[in-house]
């Protein structure tokens, strides 16, 4: 079931930003939701999840871009070892601020690894200009959307508390 | 799941895929997908135009936005109708000149095609129409707008569905001419590159040093290259960068055509660009 949540979260958020993002200009840039979609699951479920989550959201991203198929897979990838080593070491109390911090850097990871694709299969990227107008923007951009998007899905993937009193209870805690 | 095994899978799969879909074999899925999601990215379209305007401004900011719109399309309509003049005359005076050079490029004939979705890459500007190879479209055909100005090229397609690459994408570059008042200047015309840059219009490059233009100049393809028809209109001269030292000039160029807001577009279905042609 999660993982249908996931598939139709991450297809909202293509749709989406192949219709009314490119109206939604912040900084020169358009935040881009799936990879914020996909960076937030990834710090509030886990790396085990998100190595499902992140390729499934990374295709259907594909599928309505231009780009060459494989480009996001390839591209979104290091959110789920961001997420694992964030996760791991655990840098402060909060866990939302680590994840504001994944977003981020997936940003600039993100831009740098489709950019590299782009010149590879043979198209002109300037990325001096790049790099500077788009990736580091998206950087400032990316996590300010997260705020807005981590937050249903830690309320989401609340587990309701079990309530129980007595012995039993002393010993689950 | 190790993360190891995992982030090498993942690697494997998606250059492998990048390559399969260079090759063309994953046209197939990608237009499937393109079938599935182009009336959602319709609809979220219509939902999120008048959401843009209200956002845009208050009250009546909308039906402003919506005049500026039809104003600028009629502006652009118009100034392809100059351009169009001023190119037709130079042209008959060259045929003059060139005495037995027959003009053979037939009246043009376009297909329609509504857009109805746009690359969220902020790398690359392209649009999404609703027509494909099925349609008789090809890579590389020249698409305008509703007014006649140029938009772009197609740069994929699949059965029913094209991608098209817009003159400001980072890619795009059109060999063109400046049209001048002086009528002098008008006989030969400033020639340039005009090529799409992040985050700005159009650069208008690779101008002689000592071309003549200014401000409010028409900007039109001059057909060099063979793979636009020439005379189409592209901008206006919105700034010319000045360097004394330079060996080119270059210029800022805004497009005639409103691509953010580019509803319908035309494909020149009897233009075939050089590289289609063959010899």
């Known amino acids: 079931m999660k993982y249908v949540l996931a598939f139709f979260a991450a297809f909202l958020a293509a749709v989406l930003a192949a219709s009314v993002m490119p109206h939604v200009h912040v900084l020169g840039v358009t935040p881009d939701l799936v990879l914020i979609l996909a960076a937030c699951w990834a710090m509030v479920r886990g790396h085990q999840e998100a190595m499902v989550v992140v390729p499934m959201a990374a295709i259907v991203r594909d599928l309505t871009t231009s780009d060459p198929v494989g480009t996001s897979v390839l591209a979104l990838a290091p959110i789920v070892l961001l997420a694992f080593a964030v996760r791991e070491l655990r840098p402060v109390e909060s866990e939302f601020l680590p994840a504001l911090l994944v977003v981020a850097a997936t940003s600039l990871a993100y831009s740098i690894i489709s950019m590299t694709v782009l010149t590879v299969v043979g198209d002109d990227v300037p990325w001096g200009r790049a790099l500077l107008l788009v990736t580091l923007p998206l950087m400032l951009v990316n996590p300010l959307f997260a705020v807005l998007v981590y937050p249903p899905i830690r309320w989401l993937s609340r587990r309701p508390r079990r309530e129980s009193f007595g012995v039993g209870s002393a010993v689950q805690l | 799941m190790r993360l190891l095994p995992w982030t090498l899978s993942v690697l494997a799969l998606s250059v492998f895929s990048i390559l399969l879909s260079e090759r063309g074999t994953l046209a197939p899925l990608q237009n499937v997908s393109l079938t599935i999601t182009a009336p959602l990215t319709a609809g979220l379209q219509d939902l999120g135009d008048p959401t843009a305007d209200f956002l845009e401004g208050v009250f009546d900011r909308g039906d402003i936005a919506r005049e500026n719109e039809r104003l600028r399309e009629e502006l652009e309509h118009l100034q392809g109708e100059v351009a169009a003049g001023e190119d037709a005359q130079r042209r008959v005076r060259e045929l003059e000149e060139a005495l037995g050079v027959k003009d053979t490029r037939p009246e043009d004939e376009f297909v329609v095609a509504d857009v109805i979705a746009e ?48 003159v400001t994408d980072p890619n795009s570059a059109v060999n063109a001419v400046v049209l001048t008042g002086d009528q002098e200047e008008e006989a030969s015309g400033a020639r340039g590159v005009a090529a799409g840059e992040l985050r700005s219009d159009l650069t208008l490059e690779m101008l002689a040093p000592d071309a003549a233009i200014e401000e409010g100049d028409l900007v039109t ?40 807001k580019l509803e319908t577009v035309l494909i020149i279905a009897n233009f075939l660009p050089a590289r289609l042609a063959g010899p």
């Open chain 2, 221 to 260: 393809t001059s057909g060099l290259g063979g793979n636009y028809p020439r005379g189409l209109l592209l901008g206006t001269i919105a700034s010319v960068e000045e360097r004394p030292q330079a060996t080119f000039t270059s210029a800022r160029v805004e497009p005639a055509a409103d691509l953010p």
């Open chain 2, 119 to 166: 690359d969220p890459s902020e790398l690359k500007r392209a649009l999404a129409i609703n027509l494909g190879s099925g349609d008789g479209l090809d890579e590389g055909m020249v698409v305008l707008s509703k007014g006649g100005s140029l938009v772009g090229t197609i740069s994929r397609v699949y059965d029913d569905f094209a991608w098209i690459r817009l």
